[in-house]
Nanobody, 127 residues
Framework: QVQLEESGGGSVQAGGSLRLSCVASGFTAEHYLMAWFRQAPGKEREAVAAVDSDGSTYYAEVVKGRFTLFKDKATNTLDLQMNSLKPEDTGVYYC?????????????????????WGQGLQVTVSS
C-alpha cells in the first residue's frame, strides 16, 4: 500500500526556517515524480516544488531562492527546506507522488489528481 507520511510542520516567526519531511512507503520514490503542495485558507492548492525521477527540480516563483528540495533515495524521503519564511507561506502543506506527471507541469499547473497524497501538515508563519 502506497503511503506518504509528512512531518516537520509547526509555527515559526517571519524570517525563520522549517524543514518538512515526507517518507514514502509501498513504492520506490526515485521512480516517481514527487512534489510539495500547499493550501492557504480560502485559496486553491498550489504546487510549491517538484522533482522528477531523473532529479530535475522545479520551484514556484514565490518560493524560488528560499525553498530547497532534498530527495534521498536511500531512505525514500523528500524533504523541503524552507528558509526566510513569510506570513504568506502559511498553509497546509501536502506531499504528493505520481507515476505520470512531470515536475515542470506540476509546478506550473498544480493538477489536483496526482495519484498519491499525504495527510497534510500545518505551517504557520507569524509576522
Amino acid at each position: 500500500q502506497v503511503q506518504l507520511e509528512e512531518s516537520g510542520g509547526g509555527s515559526v516567526q517571519a524570517g525563520g526556517s522549517l524543514r518538512l519531511s515526507c517518507v514514502a512507503s509501498g513504492f520506490t520514490a526515485e521512480h516517481y515524480l514527487m512534489a510539495w503542495f500547499r493550501q492557504a485558507p480560502g485559496k486553491e492548492r498550489e504546487a510549491v516544488a517538484a522533482v522528477d525521477s531523473d532529479g530535475s527540480t522545479y520551484y514556484a516563483e514565490v518560493v524560488k531562492g528560499r525553498f530547497t528540495l532534498f530527495k534521498d533515495k536511500a531512505t525514500n524521503t523528500l524533504d523541503l527546506q524552507m528558509n526566510s519564511l513569510k506570513p504568506e507561506d502559511t498553509g497546509v502543506y501536502y506531499c504528493a507522488a505520481d507515476e505520470v506527471y512531470g515536475a515542470w507541469y506540476v509546478v506550473q499547473r498544480a493538477p489536483p489528481d496526482l495519484h498519491h497524497w499525504g495527510q497534510g501538515l500545518q505551517v504557520t508563519v507569524s509576522s
